[in-house]
């Protein structure tokens, strides 16, 4: 039960910034994973432990993990041990309701979280921040409520089994067993531990601590790590495990989690983590705009997609034609020039965003092989990898909006209702 | 509704420093009440008011108001106003828990609250501050709510009307509306506003500030404040005005939850303020002990009465030989060094530890006087006045002693179960 020692390990490259605040590559350019995973002290995913997980599903493991996009963890190997053994873990993932609209990338952590529920048949809790939104952005108590629970009808939208999830917004659910450990967390983190978790210095302006805020977000994501604080679901199961899909420029919060567990008599939980999904632009950026301004408001793949530029993302809510039209006007393509020098030297797929989609959302490894293999050679033109990819999000996007449409406010109730799990140990 | 002008002015003085976590007078003196009055900004409790409270009251003013024991307030002239047009309001106060045996001055707040109670027939909630005391003290969450459960016995042993009291630990009742208002304040207090209000200065070490437990201290007590915190007893009422008897330390909690209030929606509650409660020894410390170290940890009258130091306190579970001795080997005296002396020059009444105990707990108006004259001017000695201080406190521990063995775990289920108050505004 010793804390990691790489847990308290910031990322203090010059190089590159990764926090749930900011992320900046270097001189704009892409993140370093490989470089991440070294600075923050997580493991890599490697073949052998995608080769278990298919092992021990008896499935094939999801597109996301086959091509890498969740591509580091902590101790999920000895989740897998555990879960060999035949004992069962509880998956916690979560979501800042701070925008009506989800983006694509909004939608991974639930996707694949999706999947890990049905192919490991755990249960599931899934927090709305409804108080945090509500502190850091400038929007009432009700906004962040109403916001969460449009959000909640997205993430319902991805196909959650109701027997196994459990859904609260912190405004609903704070109090009682989950307030407990919320102090006891509070209790363990001290000034000095979250400014060097999360790379502040005794230079940063105080206001970057602004106490209420920091508080809050230090302590109410760890909570949900921690079994007890769910009594309705997990009674006397205190040691139970739990396994956290994020993105991973969520890593501190859940280093400061891992490091106060122990002292609490929790299990440190594990993580699995995926690197950032890219933005339209996301090349066009890395190139061209390598300014201050740029570093400091990152998007694209040098960061995170951005929801405040509504061309950078296509949104669950575009209609057809928006989505074929951000593709086609928006979306950075490592195409050539001329259909001269395409056909001679063919594309770059290191930075072609349509491509870089299609490994996202297409499932079909075969398919997208021949994809790849044709653009990348010239064979294939932009346009027509546009077009693939257009038909691939619009009927992604079709088939979203139809699930969420069917979502009754009964249903979200059914959700978020505090009650046992039924089939939570089936 | 604007901000009251001095609301914001923190006791800055050099010479004298009053908060909640610190008391301590010039030079180990006394505190000056007159000029705390002016540092803070509240305004005296004369006796044009305390005849007020006897005519709308139609009974005599409680003893705590007839000898200044109450000597402040915050627009308490408001709240009258207000009652006498029929409008009714709900009294607040509150513990921490930090210890299982309360002493005398810890009953003072509670007595005076339980005789405003009866007076204006009104509704009370009484908040136990365990989350509190868990973060600041070295106590689990599972002591902290085992303390607050005692605690609640004594409280209730002072005589509340189950039909008008709600007692609630935090720890069983933050959430729902309770949360939704402690971020609601949170949002309101930035950083430069709490190091004004409680006096801190740029200087002073980070740990002050430690975050987590300044966030709670600064919103956790406001929030009751805000009739919207209890939605089981004030459906509807979010204007209904609340009361909050205090010592005047507890002053710049309030003043920062009176800023907010009007930011809010809320009524600015409003404060009636007590001076501290001397320790035993009072006299001797503020005499003898002139040292930094006593400025540091004042107690006596210089400051608080201190829970630390058993003997400088009567605590409602000491026995009458505890007690006897007690008053007998600390209580300080004024009295003069030898009979001959004391004869000729009286007592000093003024540094005199039983008269003053007397003029808290001695109900007789006329046998107070009488013990005043007679000791002041050297007929009566200090045994004669310990003697009769001994029996005031001996049978009010004593009474104290059998109302609490007579309060039973349903009784502390009673006053705690969330619920509405049916005489609530009869």
């Given at each position: 039960?010793?804390?990691?020692?790489?847990?308290?390990?910031?990322?203090?490259?010059?190089?590159?910034?990764?926090?749930?605040?900011?992320?900046?590559?270097?001189?704009?350019?892409?993140?370093?994973?490989?470089?991440?995973?070294?600075?923050?002290?997580?493991?890599?995913?490697?073949?052998?432990?995608?080769?278990?997980?298919?092992?021990?599903?008896?499935?094939?493991?999801?597109?996301?993990?086959?091509?890498?996009?969740?591509?580091?963890?902590?101790?999920?190997?000895?989740?897998?041990?555990?879960?060999?053994?035949?004992?069962?873990?509880?998956?916690?993932?979560?979501?800042?309701?701070?925008?009506?609209?989800?983006?694509?990338?909004?939608?991974?952590?639930?996707?694949?979280?999706?999947?890990?529920?049905?192919?490991?048949?755990?249960?599931?809790?899934?927090?709305?921040?409804?108080?945090?939104?509500?502190?850091?952005?400038?929007?009432?108590?009700?906004?962040?409520?109403?916001?969460?629970?449009?959000?909640?009808?997205?993430?319902?939208?991805?196909?959650?089994?109701?027997?196994?999830?459990?859904?609260?917004?912190?405004?609903?659910?704070?109090?009682?067993?989950?307030?407990?450990?919320?102090?006891?967390?509070?209790?363990?983190?001290?000034?000095?531990?979250?400014?060097?978790?999360?790379?502040?210095?005794?230079?940063?302006?105080?206001?970057?601590?602004?106490?209420?805020?920091?508080?809050?977000?230090?302590?109410?994501?760890?909570?949900?790590?921690?079994?007890?604080?769910?009594?309705?679901?997990?009674?006397?199961?205190d040691k139970l495990r739990c396994l956290i899909p994020c993105a991973i420029d969520q890593?501190?919060?859940?280093?400061?989690?891992?490091?106060?567990?122990?002292?609490?008599?929790?299990?440190?939980?594990?993580?699995?983590?995926?690197?950032?999904?890219?933005?339209?632009?996301?090349?066009?950026?890395?190139?061209?705009?390598?300014?201050?301004?740029?570093?400091?408001?990152?998007?694209?793949?040098?960061?995170?997609?951005?929801?405040?530029?509504?061309?950078?993302?296509?949104?669950?809510?575009?209609?057809?034609?928006?989505?074929?039209?951000?593709?086609?006007?928006?979306?950075?393509?490592?195409?050539?020039?001329?259909?001269?020098?395409?056909?001679?030297?063919?594309?770059?797929?290191?930075?072609?965003?349509?491509?870089?989609?299609?490994?996202?959302?297409?499932?079909?490894?075969?398919?997208?092989?021949?994809?790849?293999?044709?653009?990348?050679?010239?064979?294939?033109?932009?346009?027509?990898?546009?077009?693939?990819?257009?038909?691939?999000?619009?009927?992604?996007?079709?088939?979203?909006?139809?699930?969420?449409?069917?979502?009754?406010?009964?249903?979200?109730?059914?959700?978020?209702?505090?009650?046992?799990?039924?089939?939570?140990?089936?």
């Amino acid at each position: 039960m010793d804390v990691d020692k790489k847990d308290s390990i910031a990322s203090d490259s010059s190089e590159q910034v990764v926090n749930p605040w900011e992320v900046a590559a270097k001189d704009g350019g892409k993140i370093d994973y490989d470089k991440l995973i070294d600075q923050f002290g997580c493991q890599r995913l490697d073949d052998s432990l995608i080769d278990r997980v298919q092992r021990l599903t008896s499935r094939q493991p999801h597109v996301f993990l086959r091509r890498g996009v969740f591509f580091a963890h902590r101790d999920f190997n000895e989740v897998l041990d555990a879960y060999e053994r035949g004992d069962k873990f509880y998956l916690y993932t979560g979501r800042g309701p701070s925008s009506e609209a989800l983006h694509l990338g909004h939608l991974i952590p639930f996707m694949f979280t999706k999947y890990l529920q049905e192919a490991f048949k755990v249960p599931l809790v899934i927090q709305l921040t409804d108080d945090e939104k509500c502190m850091w952005k400038n929007l009432s108590v009700e906004e962040s409520q109403r916001l969460a629970r449009e959000n909640a009808k997205d993430i319902i939208a991805c196909g959650f089994d109701v027997t196994k999830t459990f859904i609260f917004s912190d405004f609903d659910y704070v109090g009682g067993a989950f307030y407990k450990n919320m102090v006891k967390v509070a209790k363990c983190v001290t000034l000095n531990k979250a400014m060097g978790i999360f790379g502040f210095s005794g230079e940063d302006h105080i206001g970057k601590l602004s106490f209420p805020p920091v508080q809050a977000c230090l302590s109410v994501p760890a909570v949900p790590s921690f079994p007890s604080s769910f009594p309705h679901l997990f009674p006397g199961k205190d040691k139970l495990r739990c396994l956290i899909p994020c993105a991973i420029d969520q890593d501190p919060y859940f280093r400061m989690t891992r490091d106060v567990a122990p002292r609490l008599g929790y299990s440190k939980p594990a993580l699995i983590e995926s690197s950032f999904f890219p933005a339209l632009q996301a090349s066009l950026h890395a190139f061209k705009l390598l300014s201050i301004l740029f570093i400091l408001f990152s998007q694209g793949e040098n960061g995170k997609m951005s929801a405040s530029d509504p061309n950078s993302a296509i949104y669950v809510t575009d209609t057809a034609k928006e989505i074929k039209n951000k593709i086609n006007r928006y979306a950075f393509s490592g195409g050539q020039d001329s259909i001269e020098k395409h056909r001679e030297i063919g594309a770059n797929l290191e930075v072609d965003i349509p491509v870089k989609y299609l490994s996202f959302f297409l499932d079909d490894d075969t398919e997208l092989e021949h994809i790849k293999k044709e653009y990348g050679e010239g064979r294939m033109l932009t346009g027509e990898v546009k077009k693939r990819l257009t038909e691939v999000l619009t009927e992604m996007v079709e088939r979203h909006r139809m699930a969420r449409a069917a979502v009754t406010d009964e249903m979200v109730d059914a959700f978020m209702a505090v009650r046992p799990l039924p089939s939570m140990f089936e």
